[in-house]
């Protein structure tokens, strides 16, 4: 059932992915696709937090909820974010276009994705935009085997689309009390591909998104806002930034 699993999510990602190839955008803003072939990867957590520390060193960035769940646009109304927000679900190929359409105007210097937690024809769209590709994976077996699949296509991508496409692996949710998640990392470089500061399970998080601020302002200097601080500092290390 995995296997046929990854399978399925793995040929929606080469829509995804393929929907990039031959697009060119004006050179602007660094767009940034947190995308997870499956729910409760940690998605949402990454992408806000992350684009919150990308704006607490200075830089503007727009974040775009494009999951229809709505669980980063559920923190942005709280207005206690120090990024600007908006909804923008991708549910239908119209929807995509507007989307492009959308961050090719934006003036911020990031522009950061929620990307659905499917990845249909519509979220072709954000494989035409992104310059980055973060896929959070937690210590299951399922997310493995479609990490897997997903970073072949990221490879058979790049044989086709001019400049490439960067890909950053994040270990998510992470508990390393347990056998799996002081191996994820040891799998996850047997992909062959940049593995990023692991983002662990922690308490702070949750609790941050129930005050309607990022781990930066609930948790200054804790061990949860070291991870999203490293991973910042990957994600502009892997972008030359």
């Known amino acids: 059932m995995a296997g046929h699993m990854a399978t399925q999510l793995g040929n929606q990602f080469t829509r995804f992915l393929f929907g ?13 696709a947190v995308v997870n072939l499956k729910g409760g990867c940690g998605k949402s957590t990454i992408a806000v937090n992350l684009a919150c520390e990308l704006a607490s060193n200075g830089d503007s960035v727009l974040l775009l909820d494009n999951d ?20 923008m679900p ?3 190929d119209e929807d995509g276009e507007r989307l492009v359409r959308a961050v090719a105007a934006r003036p911020e210097q990031y522009v950061v994705l929620d990307a659905p937690a499917h990845v249909g024809a519509a979220t072709q769209a954000a494989g035409k935009i992104a310059d980055l590709v973060l896929i959070p994976v937690t210590a299951s077996g399922v997310d ?5 699949r997903a970073v072949e296509l990221i490879r058979q991508v790049r044989t086709v ?3 490439g496409l960067k890909c950053l692996i994040v270990p998510s949710k992470i508990d390393r009390r347990t056998d799996a998640g002081r191996r994820i990392d040891e799998q996850l470089r047997s992909f062959g591909e940049t593995v990023g500061p692991t983002v662990h399970q922690r308490t702070a998080f949750v609790e941050a998104f129930g005050a309607g601020q990022w781990i930066g302002q609930y948790a200054p200097q804790s ?7 490293s991973l910042a500092i990957a ?5 030359r930034i």
Do not use: C, F, M
């Open 20 to 32: 990039a190839t031959g697009y060119t955008r004006r050179e602007a803003s660094v767009v940034i």
């Open 68 to 87: 229809s769940q709505g669980t980063s646009s559920h923190w942005l109304s709280h207005g206690r974010l120090p990024i600007e927000g908006q909804s």
């Open 90 to 92: 991708l549910e239908n």
């Open 144 to 148: 493995l085997l479609a990490t897997r």
């Open 161 to 163: 689309r001019r400049g």
């Open 223 to 229: 061990a949860a806002h070291y991870d999203i601080s």
């Open 235 to 239: 994600v502009k290390r892997t972008l």
